[in-house]
């Protein structure tokens, strides 16, 4: 039995690990949160039993009054309360899901209804108040899944984008303009997209949530709309 020499082994190996399916990875939408099962039991309570929980303190999810709370350190748990017997049940952590630009996102329900919520943003409001206008949510360490109270504070627009490329998230600059003809310079940046790293447009981006809402818009004429009130025009 003759063997193949190694380079045509080697090129039979590559040709054998490419032919794979092209199969495209779809982000999973609306996946609902599952109870915490107890310590130790996924990387997330791992990961936090690291962190002294001795003097956690919580608070009433504002909006959620006598359903959630959250903590300073940033977990989310359904209110804890007594069984039949009176005994008092703890309330269970939300594992929550990691949105795609690194943000931790829990599910609340709410007369039957699902919110999909950021998990820094409750922490802000039940413990500092309710988001100053045009404030945002911003992260200290540059960590987008730090959701601890000590970690955030509302601040602007600018303060955000001026954090990103601090925190070493470098902006490619041969970009220029989005595919709207809209400047993509301060403050015309979209935070979400400058912590992925690229330049995103905030005013499409606006614009994209706003049509997502309302059907039948001229998305060119609501981008636009959005860029002059950014750009202060
Ligand atoms: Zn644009």
């Known amino acids: 039995m003759v ?3 190694l380079p045509r082994l080697q090129i039979a190996l590559a040709d054998l690990l490419c032919q ?4 495209e990875w779809k982000q999973p939408r609306g996946v609902l949160p599952t109870l915490d099962p107890g310590p130790n039991r996924n990387t997330l309570t791992r990961r936090r039993s690291a962190v002294d929980q001795s ?5 009433p999810v504002v909006g959620f009054e006598g359903v959630y709370e959250v903590s300073d350190l940033g977990r989310v748990r359904g209110v804890p309360r007594a069984n039949s017997r009176g005994d008092r049940l703890p309330g269970k952590v939300l594992r929550g899901v990691r949105h795609s630009a690194g943000y931790m996102k829990v599910h609340l329900r ?4 699902s919110h999909n919520l950021y998990v820094h943003r409750l ?3 039940a413990f500092v108040g309710p988001c100053p206008l045009g404030m945002e949510a911003l992260h200290r360490d540059g960590d987008p899944a730090n959701g601890s109270l000590a970690n955030l504070h509302w601040g602007t627009h600018a303060e955000n984008v001026s954090d990103i490329i601090r925190h070493g998230r470098h902006l490619p600059t041969l970009v220029t303009h989005c595919k709207f003809g809209h400047r993509l310079a301060e403050p015309n ?9 690229h330049r995103g447009c905030l005013a499409c981006s606006r614009a994209r949530a706003y049509v997502y809402q309302v059907d039948g818009l001229d ?3 609501i981008s636009d709309r959005y860029y002059a009130e950014i750009m202060g025009a």
């Open 3 to 5: 063997l193949p020499s």
């Open 20 to 23: 794979g399916p092209a199969v």
């Open 55 to 59: 003097n956690e303190r919580w608070l």
């Open 110 to 113: 709410r007369e039957g209804r």
């Open 123 to 125: 922490v802000l409001t």
């Open 189 to 197: 940046i979209a935070a979400a997209a400058a912590r992925r790293g």
């Open 219 to 221: 998305f060119k004429q």
